[in-house]
C-alpha cells in the first residue's frame, strides 16, 4: 500500500512540472507577439537632445527701472494735542461738533467765569485808585520841591515826598501785573484748538464740572500728516543719499494707492533689536484719504537706474548653486547662471549672466534640461472682457 501511494504522488508532481511549463512557454509566445501594443509605443523613447518641448519665452532687455524699497508702514498725525483744563470750573458752551474739522484759535470750551471776572473787576478798582494816589503823590513832589526853592520846606520833606510818590510808583506796577495776571488766568476760561486739524469726541458736556488737567478732547492735524515705516540698516546710506526720494503707499483692506508723499524725517538710530531705522514721509493729504492710525504697504522710490538688464520675473529659477535661466539659443534651451539684484513691476534686474539680448524660457522650465531642444509657442491673448 504504501508503494501504490508513493506511486500516485510521483504522477501528481510530473503532471505538475508539465503544466508549468507549459504556461511558462505561452506567457513567452504572447510577450513576444504583443498584440496589445500599437506600433507608435513600440518605438524606441526619444534622446533628450530629440525631444521637443513647448515652452513660452520671454525677451531679456535693457531699460530704466526705479530703485525701491518695500516697507510697513503707519499713518501718523504730525501734531496730537489732548485738550486739557487748566482751571475748576463748569463747562457752559462745547462749541464744537464731534469729529469735526476746527482751526487754530476756534474756541472748544465756554467755561463759566463769573469768579474770575469779578476779580479782574476789583484789580481794575484797585490799580484806578492807585493811580489816584499816585498822582497826588507825584503833584506833592512838584510842590514841595517848588517850596524848597524858597526855603519855605525843609530838604527832608521833599525827599519824604519823593519817597511816597516812588511806592506808589511800586505799588501801581504791582496792581498792573496783578490785572495782567488774572486777565491770562481768564483766557483758561475760554479753550482754543492750538492747531488746526480733526476734534475728536468731546468728553464733557454743557453743566460738567471738570477739574485742572482733565482731558476734554484731542485734535490731530491731519493736513498735511506722516506716514512712519521702518527699513533695514542697510539702506541707511541709499535713503540718506536719495535728495528725491518719493513715497506711496498701499491702504490696507482698500488697496487704495496714494502717492505723492516724500521723506521728512530719518530717525537718528538703528533699533538694535530689529536691526531697523524708523523714517516718516510726510503727505499733504489735502483730501483726508490718509487718517491717523491705517496701515499700509509703504513703496520708497530712492531714485531710476538707467540701462539695467531685465527679465520676466516668472523666468528666473532658483537652483542648489543659485538662480539661473534658460536662455534659447537656435531652438536649444541652454542654463545660464544669473545674479539678480533686485524685482520691480515683475521683472527682475540680472546685475551678471545675461547682456539684454537674450530670449528666456518663462513657462515650462519644469520639463527642461539643459541642450534640450524646445519649441517656443506664443501666449494666448486675453479674451475681451475677461
Excluded at 463747562?91 to 464731534?98: M, R
Excluded at 476746527?102 to 467755561?111: I, M, P, T
Excluded at 497826588?136 to 517848588?146: A, C, I, P
Amino acid at each position: 500500500m504504501d508503494a501504490q501511494k508513493r506511486s500516485r504522488s510521483a504522477g501528481r508532481r510530473i503532471v505538475l512540472a508539465i503544466f508549468c511549463l507549459a504556461l511558462l512557454g505561452a506567457g513567452a509566445w504572447v510577450w513576444d507577439k504583443k498584440p496589445w501594443m500599437s506600433a507608435a509605443a513600440q518605438r524606441p523613447t526619444p534622446s533628450p537632445q530629440q525631444r521637443i518641448i513647448s515652452v513660452l519665452a520671454g525677451k531679456a532687455e535693457r531699460t530704466s527701472l526705479p530703485v525701491r524699497v518695500e516697507a510697513l508702514g503707519t499713518v501718523e498725525s504730525m501734531v496730537t494735542v489732548p485738550i486739557r483744563s487748566r482751571v475748576a470750573a463748569a463747562v457752559e458752551k462745547v462749541g464744537f461738533s464731534d469729529g469735526a474739522t476746527v482751526k487754530e484759535g476756534d474756541l472748544l470750551y465756554s467755561l463759566d467765569a463769573r469768579v474770575i471776572d469779578a476779580q479782574i473787576q476789583q484789580a481794575e478798582a484797585t490799580l484806578a485808585r492807585d493811580k489816584v494816589q499816585l498822582d497826588k503823590s507825584l503833584r506833592d513832589v512838584e510842590r514841595y520841591s517848588g517850596l524848597a526853592s524858597r526855603n519855605a520846606v525843609s530838604q527832608v520833606q521833599v525827599d519824604d515826598a519823593r519817597t511816597t510818590a516812588d511806592v506808589q510808583k511800586a505799588t501801581v506796577a504791582q496792581d498792573q501785573a496783578n490785572l495782567d495776571s488774572l486777565k491770562v488766568q481768564r483766557g483758561y476760561y475760554e479753550i482754543r484748538s492750538p492747531v488746526s486739524g480733526r476734534v475728536g469726541v468731546s468728553a464733557v458736556r454743557p453743566g460738567t464740572v471738570i477739574r485742572v488737567d482733565d482731558t476734554l478732547a484731542t485734535v490731530r492735524q491731519i493736513n498735511p500728516i506722516y506716514v512712519a515705516f521702518g527699513l533695514p540698516e542697510r539702506y541707511i546710506s541709499g535713503l540718506r543719499a536719495a535728495k528725491d526720494a518719493t513715497v506711496s503707499i498701499t491702504l490696507q483692506g482698500s488697496g487704495e494707492v496714494i502717492s505723492g508723499g516724500s521723506v521728512a524725517v530719518i530717525d537718528n538710530t538703528v533699533d538694535p533689536q530689529t536691526g531697523t531705522l524708523t523714517a516718516r514721509a510726510i503727505f499733504p493729504n489735502t483730501d483726508d484719504r490718509l487718517w491717523p492710525g491705517t496701515l499700509g504697504a509703504v513703496t520708497v522710490t530712492l531714485r531710476v537706474e538707467n540701462n539695467v538688464v531685465a527679465v520676466p520675473s516668472e523666468s528666473v529659477q532658483n537652483g542648489q548653486d543659485g538662480n539661473f535661466v534658460f536662455v534659447v539659443d537656435d531652438g536649444i534651451a541652454k542654463v545660464r547662471p544669473v545674479t539678480v539684484a533686485r524685482t520691480v513691476d515683475g521683472r527682475s534686474v540680472i546685475s551678471k549672466g545675461l547682456d539684454g539680448s537674450e530670449t528666456v524660457v518663462t513657462d515650462g522650465q519644469l520639463s527642461l534640461r539643459d541642450g534640450i531642444r524646445v519649441n517656443v509657442r506664443t501666449r494666448p491673448a486675453p479674451v475681451a472682457g475677461s
